[in-house]
């Protein structure tokens, strides 16, 4: 499975990290809101904290994670350097994307019963679209541009260009996983605002 890559158990490692965190974090989150009706039903509370709660919870597990994966790191010979904190801003990006996707999910999740089974399935062709076990170089260069299109895809490319090769990802690559994450941000948390009142009435 190496495909000729340098270091493939740290190379699958950090993907598999990364992957898992937004996976097992928005399939956690999914119930989370109808899990803890009674709570919002005799309380006034907002469905978007139980989400934000379990996200922080996996986060945490996370950077674990990591310094688990930073252990290995060590061991295989590289050194931690300024490019970590690169990693680690990347990290808080990721958490906040993988927020908003927890967020639609589970707005989802309340309006549609078999939610949870459809997740399973685009979940796990979201794992065969990001470069986790293969290099993102074996697609198709006419392919590459909608395969970016895919946010989980940047952050393992992003996360993988800083910590094994110390290289800055280009700025406009950046910019552009900063956009699409702020901007699905900014779409959940006003569909969280505005339809809390009806998600409680559902309840």
Known sequence: L?????????YILLGLVMWNF????????????????????????????LVLSTCLHSFVTYLINVVVFLIIYLFSGFVI??????FLLLSALLFV????????????????????????VVS??????????????????LFERFYML??????????RSLMLYDRVP??????ITAFITLFLTGVTMYVFRH????????L
Not at 22 to 28: L, P
Not at 31 to 48: E, N, T, W, Y
Not at 101 to 120: C, E
């Open 97 to 120: 994307f993988v927020y908003a996707s927890a967020l639609l999910v589970s707005y989802f999740y309340m309006q549609l019963d078999d939610i949870d089974h459809i997740w399973d």
């Open 124 to 141: 796990q062709m979201l794992f065969w679209m990001t470069p986790i076990v293969y290099p993102i170089n074996n697609v198709p260069q």
């Open 2 to 10: 190496s495909v000729g890559i340098d270091n493939f158990h740290l």
């Open 22 to 49: 937004f996976a097992d974090t928005v399939k956690d989150a999914m119930s989370s809101v109808m899990g803890k009706a009674d709570i919002l039903k005799s309380i006034r509370f907002k469905p978007s904290l």
């Open 81 to 86: 350097d300024i490019y970590l904190l690169g």
């Open 150 to 159: 895919n946010p989980v895809t940047r952050f393992v490319v992003h996360g």
């Open 195 to 202: 339809q809390s009142r009806r998600f409680i009435e559902r």
């Open 170 to 175: 280009p700025t406009k690559q950046l910019l």
